[in-house]
């Protein structure tokens, strides 16, 4: 993605965001896509296929000591890829595939999580609505006693950062 800042052409491309983050781009593993997954985090700890961000970090948060904390650990990646990388939005459920996935932490810690979040926070970069939304922010920054807040989903720290070394250099 190419922009103007400031008179100056700059790049985010997914060279910038993989030295931002450190994840791994490299193409998705065919046998991950298709494979479909047994689910047995949401089966033993919640029972449901509709579980928010804030019914992982409930869960966390209220882990017993007894329990085994390999499975808290599960939950609390989950919790940090659909909160923090993702920053999915929190009415959404939780992928269910992240949560089968993380049932095997090998395979979850080798996935190029990166080739993930990546499209998702150029998706929303690239978004015709961004200026809109932007223009909607402002306009309630001068509605008084309005609180103003618009949300960009993926990871736009990384877009953040960079542009930072941008300015610097």
Do not use: H
Request: proline letters at 5%.
């Amino acid at each position: 993605m190419w922009f103007n800042f400031d008179g100056k052409p700059a790049r985010f491309s997914v060279y910038e965001f993989t030295v931002v983050t450190g994840l791994c781009c490299s193409e998705l593993p065919v046998e991950v896509r298709s494979e479909a997954c047994q689910n047995r985090l949401r089966d033993t700890y919640f029972k449901t296929n509709a579980i928010k961000t804030s019914d992982l970090l409930n869960k966390i948060q209220k882990w017993p000591r007894g329990k085994p904390q390999e499975v808290r650990l599960k939950i609390a990646l989950v919790y940090f890829l659909e909160s923090t990388l993702l920053s999915s939005d929190p009415k959404k459920s939780v992928s269910q595939f992240y949560l089968s996935m993380v049932d095997d932490l090998e395979t979850f810690n080798r996935f190029p999580w990166g080739s993930v979040v990546y499209p998702a926070t150029l998706e929303q970069l690239q978004t015709r609505d961004l200026r809109s939304k932007y223009a909607n922010y402002k306009e309630q920054l001068k509605a008084k006693g309005k609180k103003a807040t618009y949300t960009l989903y993926g990871f736009p720290f990384a877009f953040m950062v960079s542009i930072f070394f941008f300015v610097l250099s």
